[in-house]
């Protein structure tokens, strides 16, 4: 049985998927299996992930034909993986070749904890580097983070199986299930953080008005049941505060064009010598 599941949920993600499975054939660790999840794609991307399982037994690719929407698809993942460690993986995005290795030792060697992220550098759609997330943060989070930013990055998460078949994510929190989660098991799970560069998240030129505001709604709804008790009263009210007065300012940002402004609030800007080795490293993955 291989070490570790990877589950790619997608949705019309186009020839970007193919990127992303080569970034996984490009892992330095080889014990895996890849479980592609079609949620009603109608694009070429269907042709993409066949002919992938075909040529490599490693893959397995399932097609039902519906559109179920990502919560379920995450939690048909987690019935489906067969390995003990289940990795998250955005369809257009890539992996660093050394994430599952540095990830699977480390939960390999702390037996306690439930689930690892790492940070990112955030390309844009061209699959330019440009920035980096949450590698000069703790190795540990607080639960206020989690409510202020949602804390962990979800796509690169390495989780326990058992962990996520026994926690699962809440089709009642849309765009915003993984922080409703982290929130939700927080005070009886244990999670880490490695502030390392093992993941590339597609941000910049991807922001999607609709699905950003659907976030912020539901975030919003996860403050108010949850906050009182974790953080108080006062911190909830005013995190509420800010995150309408974020989907309120958004549509504006957008029709202005300073819609990847967001994307890269709070990032920091790669120097000239970081962008050049992630660029080889990207060049490596896709020339695989």
Excluded at 53 to 82: P, S, T, Y
Excluded at 200 to 212: D, P, V
Aim: proline fraction near 5%; hydrophobic fraction near 40%; charge should be positive.
């Amino acid at each position: 049985m291989p070490l570790v599941s990877i589950g790619i949920p997608f949705h019309n993600p186009g020839g970007l998927l193919e990127g992303a499975i080569r970034s996984i054939q490009s892992q330095t660790l080889k014990d895996w299996e890849l479980l592609l999840v079609n949620d009603g794609s109608t694009d070429g991307s269907i042709d993409i992930a066949q002919r992938f399982a075909e040529i490599d037994a490693r893959i397995r690719f399932f097609n039902d034909g519906e559109k179920r929407g990502l919560v379920d698809r995450l939690n048909q993942i987690a019935d489906l993986a067969c390995c003990k460690m289940l990795a998250r993986m955005d369809a257009d995005d890539l992996m660093h070749p050394q994430r599952l290795q540095v990830q699977s030792d480390f939960l390999n060697s702390h037996t306690s904890i439930d689930l690892v992220d790492t940070g990112t550098i955030i390309i844009d759609n061209r699959r330019v580097p440009w920035a980096s997330s949450g590698l000069n943060t703790p190795p540990w989070f607080t639960i206020e983070e989690i409510f202020k930013s949602g804390g962990i990055a979800h796509p690169t998460i390495l989780v326990r199986s058992d962990w996520a078949r026994m926690h699962r994510y809440s089709p009642d929190y849309i765009r915003a299930e993984d922080r409703e989660l982290w929130v939700r098991t927080f005070r009886t799970s244990r999670f880490a953080h490695l502030p390392m560069a093992l993941y590339y998240y597609r941000l910049i030129g991807n922001l999607r008005e609709k699905e950003w505001l659907l976030s912020y709604k539901s975030t919003r709804k996860i403050i108010w049941r949850y906050g009182p008790k974790n953080i108080g009263i006062t911190t909830t009210v005013w995190l509420w505060l800010l995150n309408m007065s974020k989907a309120l300012v958004l549509p504006v940002i957008v029709s202005t064009g300073f819609g990847d402004h967001v994307a890269k609030r709070g990032r920091v800007r790669l120097t000239p010598e970081e962008r050049k080795e992630h660029k080889a490293t990207i060049a490596g993955i896709l020339d695989r």
